[in-house]
């Protein structure tokens, strides 16, 4: 019992509903527990003393709080589990996803695209033919022959999918694939959707993502189309179309501390249209991000940090408005309302093991932050097979068995390493990534996922009760 100790990957989290209370969740066996605090502490200092029973101590060991083994030694097991996971989920589903156009009608000052298309002014205006989405379906099952493992959502991205020129092209892309046994989802600014009614159905069409930028008069000043000017109206206009079509559509309000308060006047107007009681409409704050620091087109916008964006949305919208944090809320409550453990990553997304991203012109990207630009292209399908380049190896071999920084964190298999994408534009490659904004949001969103199913189990109970 002596060579007992606290586990370096033991994760407590102070549950701000029930002070007496810690939630712990373990790093590599994914093990999640409530415990009293006096429990806690007795663990925490377990190598010096404890007076726990032996029922509870052999429990604990079970689950992964105490070991026999070193830090050392169970840092060298979480670099091979990693590298195993990831050897297994590269063996599995493969995403597929059409850039549609470089194109796009709007002129958003912080795109991350505005690399490759100098802020609008050179948008390539390559758009699929017919000949290249055949090729493109073709490419598909040279990738992966057995169907089984086709994620059967095909994405469609661009610049903008979901241009109006466009029409014919999707309407092939969309039938077609709906004969080969896909759907679609979207990821569209939503102006021109209006042109494509003909076709919107929830037998073709999945999902659709369709950003705003706050309330009517801070989205028109900063998300304008080029030609037309204002869109907020007919974007929410095509929302309404896309619901009454029965399509799953959710709204991403790209956030800043300019608009940060526009929740408020959006759940009104969207409450008022109907949109909230809609089962097939959500809507969530995505913060915005500067890609480029030395772009200086983007004044009107006032970046936070995240760990500042998701305290204000803790303290002024009490988790009421869904925000991006890395999935933790969402799992977790998932894994409380189960009471299941864990599922363990060995990387942040798709794009490091199985996504495929094929462009007009033949190129294939894994990164939708990374498409057009040529340094990231990890193949080519003009030919009758798939030609893959070093950038490749680059995306799929990387996990975090492998990242420098993520090696000895006790989050790692929990967040999978950040994103890759941040990375690739730094001097250091591999060793910098996203993982530092996973640590302080966890707490956080922990403890709204703890007092969600709280409150979730004493609305069962008291309906039981009437």
Not at 440 to 448: A, H, Q, T, W
């Amino acid at each position: 019992m002596e060579k007992l100790r606290l586990s370096y990957y033991t994760i407590p989290v102070k549950l701000e509903i029930e002070d007496d209370k810690y939630l712990l969740t373990h790093g590599y066996t994914g093990a999640i527990d409530i415990l009293d605090k006096d429990i806690w502490k007795e663990i925490e200092d377990f190598s010096k003393t404890s007076s726990l029973p032996e029922q509870t101590i052999a429990y604990l060991q079970k689950r992964g709080y105490l070991t026999t083994h070193t830090q050392e030694e169970e840092i060298e097991y979480v670099k091979k589990l990693a590298q195993l996971l990831h050897k297994t989920q590269s063996k599995l589903y493969k995403t597929f996803g059409f850039i549609i156009s470089y194109d796009c009608n709007f002129r958003c000052s912080y795109c991350f695209e505005n690399g490759i298309s100098n802020h609008g002014n050179q948008w390539s205006k390559w758009t699929f033919t017919k000949e290249m989405v055949d090729k493109a379906y073709k490419t598909m099952m040279k990738i992966e022959p057995r169907k089984e493992l086709h994620y059967k959502n095909i994405l469609l991205y661009g610049g903008e999918p979901f241009l109006r020129q466009n029409k014919e092209v999707i309407e092939y892309i969309v039938l077609k694939g709906h004969q080969l046994g896909y759907t679609f989802k979207v990821i569209s600014n939503g102006y021109d959707i209006d042109y494509f009614e003909n076709i919107l159905s929830p037998e073709y069409f999945s999902f659709f993502q369709i950003t705003l930028d706050g309330d009517k008069e801070n989205h028109n000043s900063r998300r304008f189309h080029y030609e037309e000017g204002a869109s907020f109206d007919k974007i929410v206009n095509n929302i309404g179309i896309l619901l009454r079509k029965n399509i799953d559509v959710s709204v991403r309000v790209n956030t800043d501390s300019n608009n940060f308060q526009d929740f408020k006047s959006l759940n009104e107007l969207f409450k008022k249209l109907g949109f909230t009681s809609n089962p097939h409409f959500k809507t969530y704050s995505s913060i915005l991000r500067k890609y480029n620091e030395n772009d200086n087109c983007d004044v009107d916008i006032n970046y936070l940090s995240m760990d500042t964006f998701n305290k204000q949305h803790q303290k002024t919208y009490n988790g009421e408005i869904y925000y991006q944090d890395f999935g933790i809320y969402r799992h977790y409550l998932s894994y409380l309302e189960n009471g299941s453990r864990c599922r363990l990553y060995s990387a942040s997304c798709s794009a490091q093991y199985g996504s495929y991203l094929l462009d007009p012109v033949g190129d294939i990207f894994t990164c939708l932050e990374t498409v057009g630009k040529p340094d990231q292209v990890i193949g080519h399908y003009t030919n009758e097979e798939p030609e893959w380049t070093e950038v490749r190896k680059h995306w799929f071999e990387r996990n975090t068995g492998n990242a420098l920084n993520c090696q000895s964190c006790k989050y790692a298999l929990l967040c999978g390493g950040g994103c890759l994408a941040r990375s690739v534009h730094t001097k250091d490659g591999f060793k910098a990534s996203a993982c530092f904004k996973f640590k302080p949001v966890y707490p956080l969103s922990v403890n709204r996922a703890y007092s969600t199913y709280k409150q979730s189990l004493l609305l069962t109970t008291n309906s039981k009760i009437k």
